[in-house]
């Protein structure tokens, strides 16, 4: 089985900047689809981004895009999500997830992290 594991996560001042990474077990990493998604307290879980296994095409949610960048580093089984000008509606509850495909459902990913969490303070 697929171990997922957040980090990064934290307080952070509306305008700021946090990079949060994922790391995934196995040797299957690189050809697995990432994806992040968040859950702000009294909410359903909502996409926020995903990337194919190369690298080579990613996805946002309207809410982050142009704010958010998602890059991984297979060498690392790493995925890392680099937020930029955060507000506070970017508070949640950051979930990192694996899958065989770069989908922006949440039953699109098999392997999900136990997330960490973001306060984005004005």
């Known amino acids: 089985q697929v171990q997922v594991v957040e980090s990064g996560g934290g307080l952070v001042q509306a305008g700021g900047s946090l990079r949060l990474s994922c790391t995934a077990s196995?040797?299957?990493?690189?050809?697995?689809?990432m994806a992040w998604f968040r859950q702000a307290p009294g909410k359903e879980r909502e996409f926020v981004a995903t990337?194919?296994?190369?690298?080579?095409?990613?996805h946002y949610a309207d809410s982050v895009l142009g704010r958010f960048t998602i890059f991984r580093d297979n060498a690392k089984n790493t995925v890392y999500l680099q937020m930029s000008n955060l507000k506070p509606e970017d508070t949640a509850v950051y979930y990192c997830?694996?899958?065989?495909?770069?989908?922006?459902?949440?039953?699109?990913?098999?392997?999900w992290g136990q997330g960490t969490r973001v306060t984005v303070s004005s």
């Open positions: 997830a694996t899958g065989r495909s770069a989908a922006v459902e949440v039953r699109g990913y098999d392997y």
């Open positions: 196995g040797r299957t990493f690189s050809i697995r689809s």
């Open positions: 990337i194919t296994d190369s690298g080579f095409s990613a």
